[in-house]
Nanobody
Framework: QGQLEESGGGSVQAGGSLRLSCGAFGRTVSSYAMGWFRQAPGKQREFVAAISWSGANTRYADSVKGRFTISRDNAKNTVYLQMNNLKPEDTAVYYC???????????????WGQGTLVTVSS
């Protein structure tokens, strides 16, 4: 049926940067709007960023605007999340998601990855 797989998580000090990648296996990423979500310990999963299938439209949670950038390379079947100026409150498991709708991908996407852990220390 195909799946999404995240990579690039790790540990970084506050103010540092990380780039997450999301590859699709068995599916063509260019067919989908793509998104990133995160879930911190003890908290609900929350929307982080989304990008339309063409890359022309992007949306961000207020908490990451100006620090995170979502992008995609459909030729490589990959979506990225560049995270700069990381803060301890960004610590979470980050999930890649996909859906046919740019609206739905921000709320209840139909496809999910397994997640990658990002830890930001102060």
């Amino acid at each position: 049926q195909g799946q999404l797989e995240e990579s690039g998580g790790g540990s970084v000090q506050a103010g540092g940067s990380l780039r997450l990648s999301c590859g699709a296996f068995g599916r063509t990423v260019s067919s989908y709007a793509m998104g990133w979500f995160r879930q911190a310990p003890g908290k609900q999963r929350e929307f982080v960023a989304a990008i339309s299938w063409s890359g022309a439209n992007t949306r961000y949670a207020d908490s990451v605007k100006g620090r995170f950038t979502i992008s995609r390379d459909n030729a490589k079947n990959t979506v990225y999340l560049q995270m700069n100026n990381l803060k301890p409150e960004d610590t979470a498991v980050y999930y890649c998601a996909a859906d046919g709708s740019m609206i739905v991908v921000r709320t209840t996407p139909s496809l999910w990855g397994q997640g990658t852990l990002v830890t930001v220390s102060s």
